[in-house]
């Protein structure tokens, strides 16, 4: 697996994952580890115990399957408004550090900005309202659009069908190890890691792909490429308007 530096002046398209590369994985962890256990136990009346291991028993059932992003899915599980309460908890969404400096600098360098999304369309449009990145986004894809989930590899097929994106100037943005085999058992070369997912936790590199604890270590390197002050010759178009 390539650990050198991308060259950002031959890389037309970036794929990016949202949830621990544009924003804070604090808030999910939050959300699914505290609040949404905590409401349950009191719609239900059940003590601390008993939820934890319920929780634990249906995260370790659906984890890696797309019910595991599905609101409504676990709305049915739980018996009241899963959306609802994401709401409620929306003043915890935040971007992570370095994102729209590194998002307006691929603009500036005519690299296409495919937000790439496991999660469920309902989350994804209140985090993109919360945080107003959507702006600084050329297209967004969820998986749910794809009924597939980036954890699988028959996941990427189906995406370069419907992208049709250049994959030797395509470059992938993940903070999820289990996705970014996927795709590199799919053949996808240009594989970056997000070591720091979580603002409030330490980084956590991964040995066997090019690890970065933050979009602002990409940044640095990004501005230290060859057309950095000379024009850059991508060749890419010019990004479109994002959708709405
Ligand atoms: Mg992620």
Redesign the pocket.
């Known amino acids: 697996m390539s650990h050198t530096p991308i060259n950002w002046c031959s890389t037309d398209v970036a794929l990016l994952?949202?949830?621990?590369?544009l924003l804070d994985?604090a808030f999910d962890d939050h959300f699914w580890r505290h609040a949404l256990p905590d409401r349950y136990a009191r719609v239900h009346g059940l003590d601390e115990t008993t939820t934890r291991a319920r929780f634990a028993d249906w995260y370790a059932q659906h984890h890696g399957t797309i019910q595991w992003y599905d609101l409504h899915f676990w709305s049915r599980q739980v018996g009241f408004d899963v959306p609802h309460l994401k709401i409620h908890e929306r003043h915890h969404i935040q971007v992570l550090p370095g994102t729209v400096r590194f998002l307006q600098h691929l603009k500036q360098h005519r690299c296409k900005r495919i937000l790439l999304t496991n999660c469920h369309p309902t989350a994804m449009r209140l985090k993109l309202a919360v945080t107003g990145i959507g702006r600084h986004l050329d297209q967004i894809v969820s998986a749910f659009h794809l009924d597939d989930i980036k954890e699988s590899p028959s996941f990427w097929p189906k995406l370069e069908a419907h992208l049709k994106y250049p994959p030797d100037r395509t470059v992938l943005i993940?903070?999820?190890a289990a996705n970014l085999d996927a795709a590199a058992e799919a053949g996808f070369a240009h594989l970056l890691h997000m070591s720091r997912?979580n603002s409030k936790k330490a980084a956590q590199p991964h040995p066997d792909y090019r690890s970065e604890p933050s979009l602002t270590a990409l940044l640095d390197e990004a501005r230290q490429s060859p057309h950095n002050g000379t024009g850059c010759e991508c060749t890419a178009p010019t990004p479109t308007a994002p959708p709405h």
């Open positions: 994952d949202m949830d621990g590369v994985l993940e903070d999820s997912p």
